[in-house]
């Protein structure tokens, strides 16, 4: 159960406790006693819930297989690696959403990107993973947030939820569309996830914002932590000579190469600076000099996605 959910539990129970109040007779102490320390009770309990407007992540994971013994209990080693694995995939992608990850180190942020075990998942064995709030550390302060705006965290969640959706489906036009906008590093630490799950015979079912992931199997988890293998996601930066054609408020373009081959479309580096974009009207109709992050997945046939990263004029 999520705070907002416990803090609607808790409300909906003293609405009803302050009208059975209002009913009773005063010439019954001990009754009104009895309701009025519950009604103190609840207040305190609804008073230590904290309420930001904040949208934060919350993600179920129920867990299959060899290590679980059925509703009565999953083997600690394995849960705890599994979780551990998981954890970092997620801190990893909220930290490459606001700032360049390095290959290896430390992760930057992690201390506000955590998920905690709050409650037992039901069905099988398997846990729910909420985020809590964390205002302040020995190493800073939590990036502020607007009312009803998702955490990095959050959205780390989603993005993670994406992916392993598309390996689950076999889906490499999806998965292109995700991996395109996600680093190395992260991928990486969601395909040790898979591996760590599926080594272990296990297999798992997720639950995110309403949409289920499930593995039927130990096979297809296996299987979807081969999809995120470096041989089946191929990325690589090119240059291109052609034409542009774009539309800048959905930020997506089309480059015709002067060669008259294969037309690159796609995404404009949602990094690119704010004036490198506004200059790009300039180019319509004029050979420009491109450079595009090219992502492909599958190994017969190929998903691909460009991003356009940078400009330049031609000389010619």
């Given amino acids: 159960m999520t705070q907002n959910m416990k803090r609607s539990a808790i409300a909906a129970e003293l609405s009803q406790l302050r009208k059975m109040l209002s009913?009773?007779?005063?010439?019954?102490?001990?009754?009104?006693?009895?309701?009025?320390?519950?009604?103190?009770?609840?207040?305190?309990?609804?008073?230590?819930?904290?309420?930001?407007?904040?949208?934060?992540?919350?993600?179920?994971?129920?867990?299959?297989?060899?290590?679980?013994?059925?509703?009565?209990?999953?083997?600690?080693?394995?849960?705890?690696?599994?979780?551990?694995?998981?954890?970092?995939?997620?801190?990893?992608?909220?930290?490459?959403?606001?700032?360049?990850?390095?290959?290896?180190?430390?992760?930057?942020?992690?201390?506000?990107?955590?998920?905690?075990?709050?409650?037992?998942?039901?069905?099988?064995?398997?846990?729910i993973l909420e985020e809590i709030s964390v205002r302040k550390t020995e190493s800073g302060i939590e990036p502020e947030l607007i009312f009803d705006e998702?955490?990095?965290?959050?959205?780390?969640?989603?993005?993670?939820?994406?992916?392993i959706f598309a390996c689950a489906n076999e889906d490499d036009e999806k998965l292109v569309e995700v991996a395109s906008q996600v680093d190395r590093r992260t991928i990486s630490a969601i395909r040790d996830f898979l591996e760590t799950v599926g080594k272990s015979n296990?297999?798992?079912?997720?639950?995110?914002?309403?949409q289920v992931t499930e593995f039927?199997?130990?096979?297809?988890?296996?299987?979807?932590?081969?999809?995120?293998?470096d041989?089946?996601?191929?990325?690589?930066?090119?240059?291109?000579?052609?034409?542009?054609?774009?539309?800048?408020?959905?930020?997506?373009?089309?480059?015709?190469?002067?060669?008259g081959n294969e037309v690159f479309y796609g995404k404009i580096d949602p990094d690119m600076s704010?004036?490198?974009f506004k200059e790009m009207g300039i180019l319509l109709g004029k050979k420009a000099i491109f450079t595009?992050?090219?992502?492909?997945?599958?190994?017969?046939?190929?998903a691909t996605r460009y991003r356009l990263l940078d400009w330049e004029k031609s000389s010619s």
Avoid: W
């Fill in 23 to 127: 009913d009773i007779e005063k010439t019954s102490p001990l009754a009104r006693l009895g309701i009025e320390s519950r009604i103190s009770d609840l207040e305190k309990q609804c008073d230590s819930i904290p309420v930001d407007g904040i949208q934060r992540a919350r993600v179920e994971l129920t867990f299959r297989g060899a290590p679980v013994q059925g509703t009565q209990g999953v083997e600690a080693q394995f849960a705890g690696n599994a979780l551990e694995k998981y954890d970092k995939a997620i801190a990893l992608a909220a930290a490459s959403m606001s700032q360049e990850v390095r290959l290896d180190g430390r992760i930057p942020g992690r201390e506000f990107n955590k998920l905690f075990v709050t409650d037992r998942a039901l069905g099988s064995f398997g846990f």
């Fill in 150 to 163: 998702k955490s990095l965290t959050s959205k780390a969640v989603e993005q993670t939820k994406a992916i």
């Fill in 202 to 210: 296990a297999y798992f079912k997720m639950r995110c914002d309403d």
């Fill in 216 to 229: 039927k199997n130990v096979e297809s988890v296996q299987t979807a932590a081969e999809r995120l293998a």
């Fill in 231 to 259: 041989d089946n996601i191929i990325e690589a930066d090119i240059k291109a000579t052609g034409y542009l054609f774009f539309l800048p408020a959905k930020r997506t373009f089309e480059i015709t190469p002067e060669d």
């Fill in 274 to 276: 704010e004036d490198k």
């Fill in 292 to 302: 595009l992050h090219v992502t492909k997945v599958g190994r017969v046939r190929l």
